[in-house]
Each structure stands twice: as C-alpha cells, then as structure tokens.
C-alpha cells in the first residue's frame, strides 16, 4: 500500500485552494480510494505505522485558510475508524522551528 497527497484540481481552482486529500493505492489491486474525502483543507504528510495497520496524516481545517492550525489525525485499517489525536492541543503539530 502506497500513501501519497494530491489536490485534483487545475488552473484557477488549483491556485484558489488548499484542499489537497490522502489517497490509498493498493499495489496488488492497483485500487486508488481517498482516505481524506470530505475533509476539505490541506492535507499531507501520510505517514504508516511500523505494523502497517494504521496511517497518521497533518489536516487543516479549512479550505483556503493556510493560516489553519495544523491537526494531527490517525485512521485505523482494522476498525475503518478515523480521529484526530489533536483535539485538546491549541497549536500545530509536526516539525517546530524553536530555536532556529
């Protein structure tokens, strides 16, 4: 299974919004499905767990907004279930640049 980020869209629409989606290709079934459909801000930055049952992913909120705090998500393939791990935490998550 391969993980990557695309935004489908072109021209104008393209350079107006952020709304990018994770999407899943299945190597044997060459299968592509949208693990981020419905979620309408950036998303990026899939990333498997070492058993390979479950993905994380950085989502915003808001399409257009890329001032959007950066949240943290996690979908578990064994349970098809999908949550944010970010809900109490008021800043973004992924790489800091303190003290650089």
């Not at 049952?53 to 890329?66: A, D, Y």
Request: glycine share 8%; charged share 25%; with cysteine.
């Amino acid at each position: 299974m391969l993980a990557y980020t695309c935004k489908k869209a072109v021209g104008r629409e393209y350079a107006l919004n952020t709304n990018s989606d994770i999407f899943l290709y299945d190597v044997e079934s060459k299968k592509t499905s949208n693990l981020t459909e419905g979620m309408v801000g950036y998303d990026k930055n899939p990333a498997f767990s070492p058993q390979g049952n479950q993905i994380v992913w950085e989502s915003q909120l808001e399409n257009g907004n890329e001032a959007d705090r950066h949240r943290l998500f996690i979908h578990d393939f064994t349970t098809q279930s999908k949550r944010e791990l970010s809900l109490n935490f008021d800043f973004n998550v992924g790489k800091s640049c303190v003290g650089k």
